[in-house]
């Protein structure tokens, strides 16, 4: 009898020898195939049938995505790329709210089919999951269209429940992008408000309390008050100057000028008249005498006598002199009283200039101690109203949009609606393949196993590759 002898050394197989052991071990390898086969089989026959509805969206840049601070202007407008834009709808698309909200809508038992046995919330859970598990949102690369798909057990089903999803989709992102914005703007609006009134009533008291109307007016008309008012005394200054100057020449020339002059003076001339009577009798007595004789002779003595007295220059001189004020005197007095009354006016007006303009720096001065504080408060004022202003403008220009909003003016359309199928998919066929690889893939690993696993020596090429020597003869293994 003939054992086989065991070695310890480690079996060397070749391809033909694994291609000829495995043959030997193929009925082994036929029946897990056909069991793991048939398991496969026995499944993919239970797999039902779906039916894939799909849509369309176009997701444009709309108002909702334009950002606008709540303070400031910083980056006002900015708006992002369609494709971010597309992602965010994707979300709110796969959101959970979402879901619930169209399981509600179409009913527990559409979304899980028929024969679903589950009540109360457990029900509506189920229909999310199954729901969650059917829908697939696809987005396309730098684009705005967001594909839709459903996978239901009835194709009416898979559609209604798109088109459901489709419509509570719209509304509740028209939630999701609910105006918050108008309220809150409204709501600072309003305090804004109220705090102007109290700044108001505070700049009220402050120039209610300074005895000032309006602060501006009053500093700006102050400023010209007092440029008018240094302005007319200097101007003061000057005609004083000028009637100080005046009314010291007047006095020069008073001091040389009489106060009374002779007005009126009567001359003696009886001498000449007494030559013109002598004359003339002396030519009356030459109408009766001769020029030789003795009367006619003693008249030219006399007039001789005269004409010498008058050749002294003594016959002629003043009989009698009226005197009286001298009127260039009388007229330098008054115009000296006028230069004096002239200037002691000026001299009064200067006093009254200047006792204006310390009222007027004394004002100033309170002014510009009170600047900081009407600064402050209006400037308070200024921004508190700047700032009504701009959320009274946000405040209309985001209901605006929220209105426009609400009644359809959307940056997203819907593209294509939902239709039944008509023809429906089913995983028997891949499942059937995949069986069929796996069973076939699990047979084969089987089959090593046995070889591998087997004691001895089981081919002749085995034994030379593992015992390094040639076999020369083989002969069948006789039964115990």
């Known amino acids: 009898m003939r054992t086989t002898a065991t ?67 910083a980056a006002r407008g900015t708006t992002p790329q369609v494709g971010e834009v597309a992602q965010s709808e994707a979300a709110i698309l ?82 999701v992008f609910s105006d918050t914005m108008t309220p809150a703007l409204e709501g600072q609006r309003q305090r804004f408000e109220d705090r102007l009134a109290d700044a108001d009533d505070a700049y009220e008291a402050f120039l209610e ?7 501006a007016a009053a500093r700006d008309a102050l400023s010209d008050s007092y440029q008018t008012t240094f302005a007319e ?36 001339i009886s001498a000449q008249d007494q030559i013109l009577q002598l004359r003339t009798q002396r030519e009356d007595l030459l109408s009766r005498y001769r020029e030789d004789a003795q ?26 002199i009226r005197t009286g004020p001298n009127p260039m005197w009388v007229e330098l007095n008054t115009e000296r009283i006028q230069a004096e009354a002239e200037r002691d006016s000026l001299i009064g007006k200067r006093a009254m200039l200047m006792s204006q303009l310390n009222d007027l720096r004394t004002r100033q001065q309170r002014l510009i101690e009170l600047e900081s504080r009407n600064a402050t408060l209006s ?41 039944p199928p008509a023809r429906g998919a089913s995983l028997k066929a891949p499942i059937l393949v995949l069986a069929f690889l796996f069973a076939g893939f699990t047979a084969l690993c089987v089959g090593l196993l046995r070889i591998f696993l087997r004691p001895g020596l089981s081919t002749p090429g085995s034994a030379a590759r593992t015992l390094q020597m040639p076999v020369l003869a083989v002969a069948p293994m006789k039964a115990r």
């Open 233 to 268: 005394r200097l101007t003061n200054d000057a005609a004083l100057s000028q009637a100080e100057q005046r009314l010291q020449s007047l006095r020069r020339q008073l001091g040389a000028v009489p106060a009374e002059i002779a007005l009126q003076q009567d001359l003696n």
């Open 94 to 175: 796969n959101s959970e709210e979402l879901k619930r909200r169209v399981v509600r809508a179409v009913g527990a038992d559409t979304v899980l089919g028929d024969g679903s046995v589950t009540t109360g919330g457990s029900a509506e859970a189920a229909a999310v999951r199954v729901l969650g598990a059917g829908l697939n949102v696809g987005l396309t690369p730098e684009s705005g269209i967001v594909q839709l798909s459903y996978q239901g057990d009835s194709p009416d089903h898979a559609a209604r429940i798109l088109n459901a999803l489709i419509e509570q989709y719209l509304i509740y992102r028209r939630e």
């Open 7 to 73: 070695v310890s050394a480690r079996p060397r197989y070749g391809l033909g020898d694994i291609i000829a052991l495995l043959w030997r071990e193929l009925w082994v390898m036929v029946l897990v195939f056909l069991a793991i086969f048939a398991i496969g089989a026995a499944f993919a026959f239970t797999m039902p049938r779906t039916y894939t509805a799909t849509a369309s969206l176009l997701v444009s840049i709309g108002q909702d995505y334009v950002y606008n601070p709540s303070v400031g202007d």
């Open 295 to 320: 009367p006619v002779r003693d008249i030219d003595a006399r007039i001789a006598q005269l004409q010498d007295f008058v050749g002294t220059g003594t016959a002629v001189g003043p009989k009698e």
């Open 209 to 215: 309390t300074n005895d000032i109307g309006d602060f």
């Open 379 to 419: 400037g308070n004022r200024e921004v508190l109203t700047t700032s009504i202003r701009d959320f009274t403008l946000r405040e209309a220009q985001s209901r605006a949009a929220n209105e426009l909003a609400q009644n359809g003016v959307d940056n997203v359309r819907v593209v294509e609606r939902a239709t």
